[in-house]
């Protein structure tokens, strides 16, 4: 089993920065794959950005996505925030023969005043 931990959400004014984190423990060897998505209320999940350099078109040149395997942690650098960023912030992971994520943390709130 692995655990996910998100971090770092919070109320931002439009372009601003917020940095979140995501802690993994447990079983990571068997991790071949890890993401952020989004669900903002009344809207389906998305895919915000995967490990390595794939990103939703929504967010390409404002998010970057990062991870320190030292940390074991998975970072989500959002810059030049708009007010539908807004939304829970999910940290995922897949095992090596998952198509979607079968792990996932609680989520951290994001909200972008205008």
């Known amino acids: 089993q692995v655990q996910l931990v998100e971090s770092g959400g919070g109320l931002v004014q439009a372009g601003g920065s917020l940095r979140l984190s995501c802690a993994a423990s447990?079983?990571?060897?068997?991790?071949?794959?890890m993401g952020w998505y989004r669900q903002a209320p009344g809207k389906e999940r998305e895919v915000v950005a995967y490990?390595?350099?794939n990103y939703a078109d929504s967010v390409k040149g404002r998010f970057t996505i990062a991870g320190d395997l030292a940390k074991n942690t998975l970072y989500l650098q959002m810059n030049s925030l708009k007010p539908e960023d807004t939304a829970m912030y999910y940290c995922?992971?897949?095992?090596?023969?998952?198509?979607?994520?079968?792990?996932w943390g609680q989520g951290t709130q994001v909200t972008v005043s205008s």
């Open positions: 447990g079983s990571i060897r068997s991790i071949n794959a």
């Open positions: 490990i390595t350099n």
């Open positions: 995922a992971a897949r095992d090596e023969g998952y198509s979607d994520p079968n792990y």
